[in-house]
């Protein structure tokens, strides 16, 4: 059973910063995806950034130059550190684990950028 539980969400002010983290338990393959997607309430779940096993970094273009993703792999550990953030920033978080064409998801953090 593969469980990803995040944390570090928050309210913050804009042009603030925040730092997620997403912590994955359980047994997978070490070759994986893990990432961060974000919603809106009446919005499709939309992709922010991912990082493959030992791959570069992808990054939705609307965070580019302002979110930075990393993984540390001996942890099973997953962030997002979110500089100038705004309020278009605001959404639940969803942490995302891919592996053998199975997607795990985390229950989501809320982060909410005040103007």
């Known amino acids: 059973q593969v469980q990803l539980v995040e944390s570090g969400g928050g309210l913050v002010q804009a042009g603030g910063s925040l730092r997620l983290s997403c912590a994955a338990s359980?047994?997978?393959?070490?070759?994986?995806?893990m990432g961060w997607y974000r919603q809106v309430p009446g919005k499709q779940r939309e992709l922010v950034a991912t990082?493959?096993?030992?791959?570069?970094?992808n990054y939705a273009d609307d965070v580019k130059g302002r979110f930075t993703i990393s993984r540390d792999n001996t942890k099973k550990t997953v962030y997002l550190q979110m500089n100038s953030l705004t309020p278009e920033d605001t959404a639940v978080y969803y942490c995302?684990?891919?592996?053998?064409?199975?997607?795990?998801w985390g229950q989501g953090t809320q982060v909410t950028v005040s103007s």
């Open positions: 995302n684990l891919r592996t053998l064409g199975l997607d795990y």
């Open positions: 359980g047994t997978f393959f070490s070759i994986n995806t």
């Open positions: 990082i493959r096993t030992g791959g570069s970094p």
